[in-house]
């Protein structure tokens, strides 16, 4: 069956391994949900836990976490303020425009390419190393208060950040290294950034696309989905759709990870689709290191049997390639990287 595994299907395996001697079922679902976290490192459900998702990401590059002790108020309050600028006039969403090559602010992506129409709009902030949040708050909503939707935004931005290094280093001791070791990446000067993805009812959704196929060029992906479907993520060829889970976190690894794994994890393809009768919200945390931290798997995951795949290079020269090279439309932008291409060029 694994290979028409939903991803879902990791959660399962999670359940199934919570349902142990009934005394202990209480103390695993919430290990899992990481509620009780920092938890003893050395005792069995954790360890079953590390290699479960380890195993998730090895094989279909995503996850769901429960009990994930991001407060619930504090999405739904997130949630209201990203309706709430969606449901701004367009002349005043395009006070923080994005223009094309731009990475942050807004964009109605109703362009047509060569095959569908993207049927949806997005907004993109950034709360590190420098946050534009206040900023583009202040153009939004200059006429209403612009504190309530960026204390909203970066609330919830920080608390998903401190899921995500929990997350990090949880994924990082599922490849058999020192928990923090990655932790490098995640110091001052990261980058977190975060997209909301509106996508409107479409009258011919067979015709459109909410997000086309795409891999995250970042480390890490916490993505909260409403309870409208839309994510989905190939499998062996097939798309899967990703049922939504109002009270769970999206998780997926990016490129980057992808390469400081030295492709133990994959960053595989996903899309959103688009639906005639309901608007779908979805609320996408982006987690990556600094501009000038080298990205290199460690000498630990490189062996004669599993040699390095990727050569060295840096956030920002990943980052200038990753939207010139679409994995659909041009040629992989992470083979760009590849250790062999690098010695022939
Ligand atoms: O809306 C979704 O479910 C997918 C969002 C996504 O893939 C992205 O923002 O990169």
Redesign the pocket.
């Known amino acids: 069956m694994e290979g028409t595994s939903h991803p879902d299907t990791s959660i399962k395996r999670f359940k199934e391994m919570a349902r142990a001697p009934k005394e202990k079922k209480k103390n695993r679902r919430r290990r899992f949900g990481f509620q009780d976290f920092p938890i003893s490192r050395d005792s069995g459900p954790y360890s079953e836990l590390v290699k479960a998702m380890a195993k998730a990401c090895q094989r279909w590059g995503f996850f769901q976490v429960l009990n994930h002790g991001v407060d619930q108020a504090l999405i739904q309050r997130c949630e209201a303020e990203a309706h709430r600028m969606f449901q701004l006039p367009l002349d005043v969403k395009e006070r923080v425009h994005r223009p094309p090559g731009a990475s942050f602010g807004y964009g109605a992506n109703t362009w047509v390419n060569q095959k569908v129409m993207h049927w949806a709009e ?1 907004f993109h902030m950034q709360l590190h190393p420098t946050s534009n949040i206040h900023d583009m708050a202040a153009k939004l909503f200059a006429e209403s208060d612009p504190n309530q939707f960026s204390s909203a935004v970066e609330e919830y931005m920080a608390a998903v950040d401190g899921l995500a290094r929990r997350l990090l280093e949880l994924l990082t001791e599922g490849l058999g290294l020192e928990p923090g070791h990655f932790n490098q990446y995640l110091e001052k000067e990261r980058m977190i950034s975060m ?1 909301f ?1 509106f ?1 409107p009812p479409c009258p011919e959704p067979s015709l459109a696309i ?2 086309r196929a ?1 891999t ?1 060029p970042h480390l890490l ?1 916490i ?1 909260h ?1 409403d309870s409208v479907a ?2 989905q993520v190939q499998i062996d060829g097939k798309w899967i759709p ?1 049922k939504p889970r109002p009270d769970c976190f ?1 998780v997926n690894i990016g490129d980057l990870f992808q390469v400081l794994s030295n492709t133990m994890y994959k960053s595989v393809l ?3 689709v688009v639906n005639s009768s309901s608007q ?1 919200l ?1 609320l ?1 945390c ?1 987690l990556n290191p600094p501009l000038n931290a080298t990205v290199a798997a460690p000498p630990e995951l490189i062996t004669p049997e599993w040699p390095q795949i990727y050569r060295p290079f840096t956030w920002l020269e990943y980052l200038e390639n990753a939207y010139l090279y679409h994995p659909i439309t041009g040629a992989d932008r992470h083979e760009r990287f590849f250790l062999s291409t690098a010695a022939s060029s």
């Open positions: 997005s997209r993805n996508y909410g997000l795409h995250d992906t993505l989905q839309g994510l990703v999206v996903h899309r959103a779908r979805s996408a982006f």
